[in-house]
């Protein structure tokens, strides 16, 4: 009876989160989509929201955030890529909902283009999820597995490219991606320190 309580509370916690998050990443993301004109008279306010929405509908943010309900709601694999999966596929549908009532209104294609469309982009959401909460559930295992992440981050200041650092929006976007590489990097060197001193303190 109580372990069905728990069970409960922790899926209500799940659905909770992935509706508050999923809903602000939806949004932020057909924001990022319907940018206004960055390059005269820019605004504190607009240069923030601007940075937020190209930050937020980043392929590094929206792994990261599939990785972190790995991290908090899995407690094995299954989960974590059912969680995964289920978040990141709920933000998606939200950013189509936010797409149809607040963005462009896009140029008029046929059912079969519009449903290859939501095809990939729905299967594409559902592999990410799925090997973001496998991967934010592995970190509780062993912090080594944010290399993987690592990598990722490096991989897109790459795509990005030497041009992505000539605009506010991108310059705050590539130090964003500098700080966390950074953050991860001395994360992982200060629990590499520890281990070798609890392996020494072992064997005295």
Same mark, same amino acid.
């Given at each position: ?80 890529? /059912?969680? *995964?999966?289920?978040?990141? +596929?709920?933000?998606? &549908?939200? #950013?189509? !909902?936010?797409?149809?009532?607040? $963005? ?26 799925? /090997?973001? *909460?496998?991967?934010?559930? +592995?970190?509780?295992? &062993?912090? #080594?597995? !944010?290399?993987?992440?690592?990598? $990722? ?26 700080? /966390? ?24």
């Amino acid at each position: 009876m109580e372990e069905n309580k728990k069970c409960k509370g922790h899926w209500k916690r799940f659905i909770i989160f992935t509706l508050i998050v999923g809903i602000i990443v939806g949004y932020f993301s057909v924001i990022s989509d319907n940018l206004p004109d960055l390059r005269n008279d820019v605004t504190v306010f607009e240069y923030v929201i601007s940075y937020l929405a190209v930050i937020i509908n980043s392929l590094p943010v929206w792994f990261i955030l599939a990785m972190l309900v790995g991290y908090i709601f899995a407690s094995d694999i299954r989960k974590a890529m /059912l969680y *995964g999966a289920i978040y990141t +596929l709920t933000a998606i &549908t939200f #950013y189509f !909902l936010f797409t149809y009532f607040y $963005g462009d209104v896009p140029v008029q294609i046929s059912f079969k283009e519009l449903a290859i469309g939501y095809g990939i982009h729905y299967g594409a959401s559902a592999v990410g999820g799925t /090997l973001g *909460g496998i991967l934010g559930f +592995l970190v509780k295992k &062993t912090p #080594y597995t !944010l290399l993987c992440l690592l990598l $990722g981050l490096i991989l897109q200041l790459y795509v990005n490219g030497t041009r992505s650092w000539r605009g506010l929006i991108g310059i705050g976007e590539n130090v964003t991606y500098c700080v /966390l590489i950074m953050g991860i990097v001395i994360y992982l060197v200060n629990f590499k320190r520890n281990e070798r001193k609890e392996t020494a303190f072992d064997f005295q």
